[in-house]
């Protein structure tokens, strides 16, 4: 792999996290605030926050898909995980191994081009 394989896991691995947590997080609070207060707070600022973070994990996805090479089997996980409450947690941990592979593939790669 090479290194812009390895920053395209990165920037997947930095995206899943807030996507993962917005995903529970911000609408649990938002469906609460709704029934305590009506303001319908999952249809503008907390859905819209959230729907955001899941299109970019997904275009990033896509990007690793491409550069990475990955099997549909594997892309269609994360695509999986994402949906879950807190599965992008898990799929964060599966990425940093991934990343940290890629980032040694990298380096073996330009060693032994010098």
Known sequence: ????????????????????????????????????????????????????????????LLDVWYKAKWPFKKVALFFVLSLVPFGGLYGDKLLKREEADSVVAARARQAAEA
């Open 1 to 60: 792999m090479d290194i812009k394989t390895a920053s395209a896991l990165h920037r997947l691995r930095l995206i899943s996290v807030p996507e993962a947590l917005s995903f529970p997080a911000l609408l649990i609070f938002g469906t609460a605030l709704t029934w305590l207060t009506g303001f319908d707070a999952l249809k503008m600022p907390l859905g819209l926050l959230h729907g955001i973070l899941f299109l970019i994990y997904s275009v990033f």
